[in-house]
């Protein structure tokens, strides 16, 4: 099965941090992304890597970067941390090649930033 | 830009009985994918079924089915015999090609004993 976990389930910062979001899937998956879910809002997506070192904005990049050194892990990082960023934070991923591209997530990292 | 929209924000059902939960999405393309992910409280979201826009025929996984109406951009999940265990959030998803999904709103689902 794949498995794709994420570093904390809940975090809390203080305005003005820098956090650190990250993920780790072990299939040797091609992509991954970042998502964040808000009530009403559903998942919208942040960041996502079609390889190692590179990336591409989603839906709603400002405030948020991100890094991929090595296949497995995707981090997300908040440069300084507002308390509009509080939400629910889930990665994924999913096997390049052919579609119907299955995402796969983690369980998710709800950030409070007080 | 594609959209999916899930105009139930919550729904409940009771015990064994029968519920179907509603997405409409809009797109331009032929060619597509379509899926239902379930995140139970406090757990990992997981896929429930999916459904290519070529293939007629509704997807059927065990308790969970589709209705898709392609040509209303309409993709509906019926689940029978309803169990505590389907108390969860559902959202519906859509793929076109790239690995990106669009997902809707999420509709969240109790089951009443």
């Known amino acids: ?83 509009n960023q509080t939400s629910m934070y889930l990665c994924a991923s999913t096997a390049g090649g052919r579609p119907p591209y299955e995402q796969y997530f983690g369980p998710g990292t709800r950030l409070t930033v007080t | ?7 139930q924000p919550e729904m409940s059902v009771q015990e064994a009985e029968t519920v ?3 997405c409409t999405y809009d797109t331009s393309e032929s060619d597509y994918y379509l899926f239902w992910y379930k995140q139970p409280p406090s757990r990992q979201m997981i896929l429930v079924i999916r459904q290519e826009a070529y293939k007629q025929q509704n997807a059927t996984e ?13 993709f ?26 669009v997902f809707g709103q999420g509709t969240r689902l109790t089951i009443n004993p």
């Open chain 2, 1 to 7: 830009a594609q959209t999916v929209t899930q105009s």
């Open chain 2, 76 to 101: 509906s999940l019926k689940i029978s015999d309803s169990q505590l265990g389907d108390a969860a959030m559902y959202f519906c998803a859509y793929n076109q090609g790239a690995q990106k999904l």
């Open chain 2, 62 to 74: 065990n308790r969970f089915s589709v209705n898709f109406q392609k040509a209303a951009k309409s």
């Open chain 1, 1 to 83: 099965d794949v498995k794709v976990t994420q570093s904390s389930r809940y975090l809390v910062k203080r305005t003005g941090e820098k956090v650190f979001l990250e993920c780790v899937q072990d299939m040797d998956h091609e992509n991954m992304f970042w998502y964040r879910q808000d009530p009403g809002l559903g998942l919208r997506l942040i960041y996502f890597s079609y390889d190692v070192k590179m990336k591409e904005k989603g839906d709603i990049p400002e405030g948020y970067s991100v890094s991929r050194e090595k296949k497995e892990r995707f981090s997300l990082i908040l440069e300084s941390a507002s308390t």
């Open chain 2, 20 to 22: 179907t939960l509603s």
